[in-house]
């Protein structure tokens, strides 16, 4: 006997947390299935702190939905009673040519966002711990700054439940099917069947959203706390976030919240892996290298031995943009996978669009260029 629900959630970390609560807020019967705990560390939302932005070098479509997600994010610290989002400001440096310097001052000035040129005085008398080459240039995005991850999460969760939603943690789902507007999940703990399926699956994306033509790569990617040698980089002391587009990788990380580390991480490597149970969690001989080396050249006054790390995944998409889309097979099941890394800032309107899709079948956002049925997303041949 399966029990039944208006809609099932599988997966709920970030996006699938976000789901999961806006579902609820409709006032539906909603359950939310999870492999591992909430808020854990085997996926892609833990590690304390993700970066925050609005002029979005990647491309300016997202845009819109970061500006609602800042307000959604507030509104859910709000209920929370704790922050979730700490608008520290953001220093964004690269040769101007670049994809990031100049995507970032075409958002800006598409959608009218404020962001700053920083000069070279500047960067010597406000971030003296960069040694910024003369041929770059940077900018500083006041609106930018860091999520509070595991509590973003745990916040998503805790107001879902509150509003009726049913969890169910540490249950693996083991397939699932859709025909004439029902769908049913099986686990390794039961069925269960509901008129409309949210699917937000991480990095068990290749598993869970199987047949559609799109080249999945699931890809290992270590984070590290540097110690700090000096107040250079004090979130107390006005640091924010910064990333920086070198010849060697896309570097960022954030200020130091307890005065003794910065987390560090490169953006643009990573290791990929066949099966995310299996993944390596110790420090691998690739991880450390180029990081040292950013670290001697960009900021040469933090110490390269690192007091620990972490281990999260990128699922990443050949284009790197996010899919969120119905399934093109079934219109009651909306999927969300892909965000190759830089997708947890989205969450709250990410999730507001997933149960869009899934229970009214269509969206007033602008998610066209997340489409699963985009150019480009098939594996080559």
Not at 18 to 37: I, K, P, T, Y
Not at 368 to 378: H, I, M, N, Q, V
Request: glycine share 10%; aromatic share 10%; with cysteine.
């Amino acid at each position: 006997m399966s029990e039944q629900f208006d809609c099932i959630v599988v997966g709920v970390g970030g996006f699938g947390s976000g789901a999961l609560d806006s579902v609820a807020s409709r006032g539906l019967n909603v359950l939310g299935l999870e492999r591992f705990g909430i808020a854990h560390d085997r996926g892609s939302s833990h590690g304390h702190t993700r970066v925050t932005r609005q002029a979005y070098f990647e491309h300016p479509d997202y845009v819109p939905l970061l500006i609602e997600s800042y307000r959604l994010w507030d509104e859910l610290a709000e209920d929370f009673g704790q922050p979730l989002l700490d608008r520290c400001g953001l220093l964004l440096a690269g040769h101007p040519d670049g994809p990031a310097v100049s995507g970032t001052r075409f958002a800006a000035a598409e959608h009218g966002l404020t962001l700053e040129d920083v000069s070279r005085k500047r960067l010597e008398d406000d971030f003296p711990g960069f040694a910024i080459p003369e041929e770059f240039e940077a900018v500083w995005e006041a609106a930018g700054g860091f999520l509070f991850v595991e509590d973003a999460v745990t916040a998503h969760i805790r107001r879902a439940v509150d509003r009726g939603a049913v969890l169910k943690t540490d249950e693996t789902v083991i397939s699932w099917t859709a025909d004439n507007g029902a769908v049913e999940v099986t686990t390794d703990r039961g069925r269960y069947q509901a008129g409309a399926l949210i699917l937000a699956p991480g990095a068990w994306a290749p598993d869970l959203i199987p047949g559609l033509p799109i080249h999945w790569d699931i890809v290992r990617k270590p984070l590290f706390w540097f110690p700090a040698t000096n107040d250079h980089y004090d979130r107390a002391n006005g640091s924010g976030v910064f990333f920086l587009e070198t010849p060697g990788g896309d570097f960022y990380g954030f200020p130091s919240l307890d005065g003794q580390t910065v987390k560090l991480a490169e953006h643009s490597a990573g290791l990929s892996i066949e099966d995310p149970l299996a993944v390596d969690r110790d420090v691998v001989d690739a991880d450390l290298p180029p990081l040292v080396e950013y670290l001697e050249t960009y900021m040469p006054s933090l110490s390269t031995t690192p007091d620990r790390h972490a281990v999260c995944f990128y699922t990443r998409t050949p284009d790197r943009h996010f899919v969120v889309d119905r399934h093109p097979e079934h219109s009651h099941v909306a999927i969300a996978a892909g965000f190759s890394g830089h997708g947890f800032k989205f969450t709250p309107a990410i999730g507001a669009t997933l149960a869009d899709l899934a229970l009214d079948g269509v969206t007033d956002r602008r998610i066209e260029f997340l489409s699963a049925t985009r150019p480009g997303l098939a594996p080559q041949d």
